[in-house]
């Protein structure tokens, strides 16, 4: 993304595609790590 020289300007094509990604519904989402693990686990 261009969104240090640019700002939000920069930042405009990178933010639709996030958007896009979201309202596709589609996710491969997997924690590193178990939610119910301790944070000391977690680190």
């Known amino acids: 993304s261009k969104g240090w020289a640019e700002g939000g300007n920069g930042t405009a094509e990178l933010a639709r595609a996030v958007v896009a990604e979201i309202e596709s519904g589609k996710s ?12 000391k686990e977690k680190i």
């Open 28 to 39: 491969n989402f997997k924690p590193l790590y178990d939610w119910a693990s301790p944070v």
